[in-house]
């Protein structure tokens, strides 16, 4: 069976205390991406116990400009606009570093990330087939695991999942 994690009430709970997507774009936030974070550990810990998802007080938060507007592109308007969007920084040393960025078969659209976070002692690897909401979610879900890959591809990539070995998909 399929576990599949639905976070919509989260992020309709989380907006009355502030925004969760952005407000020129179809992609949530870091906010909002932390939501789904936490929802997606609070899941997981089911099975992996061990787990401990960070809190929204293990992060401060700092306003900078960001040019995040798909909405205008789709409807044809072109602006170099900026808006202050709110980013969270962990205020612990905890880190996760991007040590690679490949393709499968040599094929552009086929391409991985991994992640590593030298401190993490759990030892767990994380496989994710990702879209674009994918890229605020990164930063928090690497944190968590010692490996954490990153698929964004047509199609599920079996033989690097198998080659991976990860203990989560």
Excluded at 15 to 40: L, P, Q
Excluded at 67 to 73: F, H, I, K, T
Excluded at 88 to 105: A, F, P, R, W
Excluded at 108 to 125: A, C, N, R, V
Aim: aromatic share 12%; with cysteine.
């Amino acid at each position: 069976p399929i576990n599949i994690i639905d976070c919509k009430n989260e992020l309709i709970t989380a907006r009355n205390r502030g925004d969760v997507y952005y407000k020129s774009d179809t992609h949530w936030n870091e906010r909002g991406a932390f939501i789904g974070y936490s929802s997606i550990l609070n899941h997981i810990k089911d099975d992996f116990p061990e787990i401990i998802p960070k809190s929204i007080d293990n992060y401060s938060f700092k306003k900078e400009w960001d040019d995040s507007g798909d909405l205008q592109r789709m409807l044809g308007f072109e602006s170099e606009e900026k808006l202050k969007q709110d980013i969270m920084v962990l205020k612990d040393s905890i880190y996760s570093n991007q040590i690679y960025i490949g393709y499968l078969e040599n094929n552009p659209k086929k391409k991985y990330e991994i992640f590593e976070t030298p401190s993490d002692t759990l030892g767990l690897k994380i496989f994710v087939v990702r879209d674009s909401f994918t890229e605020n979610l990164k930063k928090f879900l690497s944190v968590n695991f010692s490996k954490s890959i990153y698929a964004w591809m047509p199609e599920i990539p079996i033989s690097k999942i198998a080659e991976e070995k990860p203990n989560i998909i």
